[in-house]
């Protein structure tokens, strides 16, 4: 069992910064693949950036070039750097371990944090 929970969300003005974290519990993320996953209103919970266990990066389109996910597994924590927020950007963001072990798949996710980018 993996426990999520995100932190350093909040509300910040169109073009600033803001840093998200992860930090796991109860198993180290260091067999598993991370995201960062996110979900406005009305919509689907779409895939933001991923690191993998070797640390292998993917983002998605919309947010190339201004975030950047990262991790460090010796403080088994995720981290996601947002640069140049849009208000495009506002939604809640969750944190996702997944692995396979032994055939099985193991998913967990964190409870969310709120980003609003606002003036």
């Known amino acids: 069992q993996v426990q999520l929970v995100e932190s350093g969300g909040g509300l910040v003005q169109p073009g600033g910064p803001l840093r998200l974290s992860c930090a796991a519990a109860?198993?180290?993320?260091?067999?598993?693949?991370m995201g960062w996953y996110r979900q406005a209103p009305g919509k689907q919970r779409e895939l933001v950036a991923g690191?993998?266990?070797?640390?292998?990066?993917n983002y998605a389109d919309t947010v190339k070039g201004r975030f950047t996910i990262s991790r460090d597994d010796t403080k088994n924590t995720v981290y996601l750097q947002m640069n140049s927020l849009e208000p495009e950007d506002t939604a809640v963001y969750y944190c996702?371990?997944?692995?396979?072990?032994?055939?099985?798949?193991?998913?967990?996710w964190g409870q969310g944090t709120q980003v609003t980018v606002s003036l």
């Open positions: 996702k371990a997944d692995r396979f072990r032994l055939g099985v798949r193991y998913v967990y």
């Open positions: 690191i993998t266990r070797f640390g292998s990066t």
């Open positions: 109860g198993s180290s993320i260091s067999a598993y693949d």
